[in-house]
T-cell receptor, first 114, second 116 residues
């Protein structure tokens, strides 16, 4: 099956700093990548959808200036949480799709802002 | 907009027994894809099974099978011979094939416990 690698799996950062999360499709070219946030015991909440070479489409209520998404190549998308605050602490998951069928998920990143 | 409902927040099954997880969805589209994803304690989302709406035959993957009722907009997952490793959150998901950027719509999830 297709493999999506997300890095780092855990990160702790100080309030006010920025942190970058990478999502790579290792063995396929991803035309679309999705970024989700998951609160404890809840479902996945879509933050944004990115297509290679174009600007990400953000969901309502998600601050695009705070959550910067870059999808510069068909195998890499990054999510940068800028000026992080404790309320940004969460579990972030990326997924990559090579067609309009299934998507494959990264391992997730647990972000803790202290 | 499409919606996905999973009416069972929690389910439990005895090891080696069979369990069925429910999923219903709402859509006006005639062509789409449905999925079941599993999220174990590691939180890695794993694709369990996929169903194309235009196919009448129910998808199967080893011990996992679905009962796809298009008219009723129902997509249940049956797990046979349940194993301890099946314990996880299970998410039902819908995706429209209209374009590559189309989002997945996830249900709220069902937490499955497997009792030894």
């Amino acid at each position: 099956g297709a493999v999506v690698s997300q890095h780092p799996s855990r990160v702790i950062c100080k309030s006010g700093t920025s942190v970058k999360i990478e999502c790579r499709s290792l063995d396929f070219q991803a035309t679309t990548m999705f970024w989700y946030r998951q609160f404890p015991k809840k479902s996945l909440m879509l933050m944004a959808t990115s297509n290679e070479g174009s600007k990400a489409t953000y969901e309502q209520g998600v601050e695009k200036d705070k959550f910067l998404i870059n999808h510069a190549s068909l195998t890499l998308s990054t999510l940068t949480v800028t000026s992080a605050h404790p309320e940004d602490s969460s579990f972030y998951i990326c997924s990559a799709s090579r067609s309009n069928t299934e998507a494959f998920f990264g391992q997730g990143t647990r972000l803790t802002v202290v | 907009a499409q919606t996905v409902t999973q009416s069972q927040p929690e389910m439990s099954v005895q090891e080696a027994e069979t369990v069925t997880l429910s999923c219903t969805y709402d859509t006006s589209e005639s062509d789409y894809y449905l999925f079941w994803y599993k999220q174990p304690p590691s939180r890695q989302m794993i694709l369990v099974i996929r169903q194309e709406a235009y196919k009448q035959q129910n998808a199967t993957e080893n011990r996992f099978s679905v009962n796809f009722q298009k008219a009723a907009k129902s997509f249940s997952l049956k797990i046979s011979d349940s194993q301890l490793g099946d314990a996880a959150m299970y998410f039902c998901a819908y995706r429209s094939p209209d374009n590559y950027g189309q989002n997945f719509v996830f249900g709220p999830g069902t937490r499955l416990s497997v009792l030894p």
